[in-house]
């Protein structure tokens, strides 16, 4: 069954990004154009426009916070585009730092920003912190 911006959620197969079974959940957002970003990239809400963009820790416009990771892959090299944000699970943390854009670091400070929420970020083994 599609979701909301089409994502089959009835399915359930191995994904790597996952580490468990915990329910994922997506909410939709608005892509800020000129960004082709992958699916597990960390991101974050700008303050003015409330659009997404990809994680910076450095910048101070609000995208230093995530608020998730992209649930498929998005350009919006020439405009922007709807895109669904994972906003709840438990992910593999070498898969997160693998994805283009991530850094170790940006998977660290994502990792404190979603500790509030239903976002769990550990490595494939480890006790869950």
Excluded: C, Y
């Amino acid at each position: 069954m599609a979701g909301r911006l089409g994502i089959d959620q009835s399915t359930k197969t191995h994904d790597e990004l996952f580490l468990d079974e915990f329910p994922v959940l997506t909410e939709p957002f608005t892509l800020l154009s000129g960004q082709d970003l992958k699916r597990g990239r960390s991101v974050g809400v700008q303050t003015s426009g409330g659009k997404i963009i990809g994680q910076l820790t450095t910048s101070s416009d609000g995208s230093e916070t995530s608020i998730g990771f992209l649930a498929e892959d998005a350009d919006a090299s020439s405009g922007d585009v709807k895109v669904a944000v994972f906003v709840s699970g438990s992910f593999d943390q070498n898969f997160l730092e693998g994805v283009t854009g991530n850094s170790v670091a940006i998977i660290a400070q994502a990792k404190i920003d979603l500790a509030k929420s239903s976002v769990f970020v550990n490595r494939l083994g480890q006790v869950a912190t």
